[in-house]
């Protein structure tokens, strides 16, 4: 974790705030390593049941790529359920601007909550660089509105949204984290296996851009890398001997 994205454990919530509001929340190295640490506490967390990802402040939930930042963005690393699998409940709080990336952010997430001023838009385009993960919201909303945000790049209000199904509800301005309280406490009372069941159902389920496959073959590929047995097999191979594998 670190100060660009913080966790608070609220009664089985888990709230997951990209806190660099000075910045409009964009996204650079510091966010990244703290989405991915976030995602993988909330996974490994046994008490929290539900996650609600939201921006500091009012004017933007994230502005999308630190501009600042020369480095691309490793949309796979900290793309939840991408660079990591979550079994929870998760639900996008925003307020004001969602820019690029960020959308991606939004759409990996089960639920969204969005103010009425809410406006969300995907420059890459009009930028000359994307880095293809957005994609995937042509299997997440209707395909011509995924086009048009894609390519267009103009900005599409929290009501539209609301209405080809980007967001689940849209309320007045400041009342996003009330309102995405109130649903992460009932999804934090209902059965977690039976959310873990229909959630890797709908996965299977969702097609996945090209992108989105990348990713989820990353994260296979860090989990050999980063086992035991991984070390066990250098080791082994290093020491002359046979290895004893633990499958852990």
Not at 5 to 13: A, L, N, P
Not at 53 to 59: N, P, V
Not at 148 to 158: N, T, V
Not at 206 to 231: K, L
Request: net charge neutral; charged share 20%.
């Amino acid at each position: 974790m670190t100060d660009a994205v913080t966790y608070e454990s609220r009664d089985g919530i888990a709230i997951i705030t990209i806190n660099r509001e000075s910045r409009m929340n964009a996204i650079g190295p510091e966010v990244e390593a703290g989405l991915a640490a976030a995602w993988k506490r909330l996974r490994d967390t046994p008490e929290d049941r539900v996650g609600i990802l939201t921006g500091a402040g009012a004017k933007a939930f994230s502005a999308g790529k630190d501009m600042a930042c020369t480095a691309p963005p490793d949309y796979r690393s900290f793309t939840p359920n991408v660079g990591v699998l979550l079994e929870k409940p998760l639900i996008a709080a925003i307020s004001g601007w969602c820019i690029g990336g960020s959308i991606v952010l939004t759409l990996m997430c089960d639920l969204c909550v969005a103010t009425e001023d809410a406006k969300f838009m995907y420059p890459e385009a009009k930028m000359g660089f994307a880095g293809g993960m957005i994609a995937s919201a042509a299997a997440r909303i209707p395909h011509k509105v995924a086009m048009e945000l894609m390519l267009l790049g103009e900005p599409i209000c929290a009501q539209r949204a609301y209405d080809v199904g980007m967001v689940n509800r849209v309320v007045p301005a400041g009342q996003h984290m009330v309102e995405a309280m109130k649903l992460a406490q009932r999804l934090a009372a209902n059965a977690p296996l039976v959310m873990t069941m229909l959630k890797r159902l709908a996965a299977q389920t969702t097609p996945m851009s090209p992108v989105e496959i990348a990713g989820h073959a990353w994260r296979e590929n860090q989990r050999v890398f980063e086992s035991d047995d991984f070390a066990e097999g250098l080791a082994s191979f290093t020491e002359k001997r046979p290895p004893a594998f633990t499958g852990r």
